[in-house]
């Protein structure tokens, strides 16, 4: 059996993830009057996204052992935490930023580096105030509220 492991499932998906982002990033503004547009930086990170995914599939395809089998315990905790990242981004909307990072930040430390819960929710409330004093109070940037207002 043909060696498929994460680093090449993972690269794969990742150039597929990578050309929509670039394909909607061209949908949008690259540069406006006041400087770069809302399509700059996806462009940017898709085209980034793509070199480097392409990168880790051809270092995996080149190293890859005859007879060697999937490490499916990796590519699952992979797209466990794929599937926890975009459960926050669909949290943002009705949860707001800070929230849905907090549980984000509770669940990896939590759950996927098996943390104790104490050390799991103050990693999660300071990253969260972390995020409010940078982008909020020092950058003045607003950040998707919830129904708390934060």
Do not use: H
């Amino acid at each position: 059996m043909k060696r498929l492991n994460g680093d090449l499932v993972s690269g794969a998906v990742l150039v597929a993830l990578g050309v929509f982002v670039i394909t909607e990033a061209r949908g949008w503004n690259y540069m406006s009057e006041e400087g770069p547009g809302p399509g700059f930086f996806p462009l940017w990170y898709g085209i980034a996204m793509v070199v480097l995914s392409l990168v880790l599939v051809l270092r995996s395809a080149t190293k890859a052992a005859p007879g060697a089998r999937t490490d499916w315990g990796a590519i699952g905790r992979a797209l466990l935490a794929w599937a926890a990242f975009a459960g926050c981004v669909a949290l943002m909307q009705p949860l707001g930023f800070l929230i849905s990072l907090a549980l984000l930040t509770l669940f990896v430390v939590a759950v996927m580096y098996g943390r104790p819960l104490k050390i799991a929710v103050a990693a999660a409330v300071g990253n969260a105030i972390g995020f409010y004093l940078v982008f909020v109070l020092a950058l003045g940037l607003s950040l998707p509220a919830g129904p708390l207002g934060f």
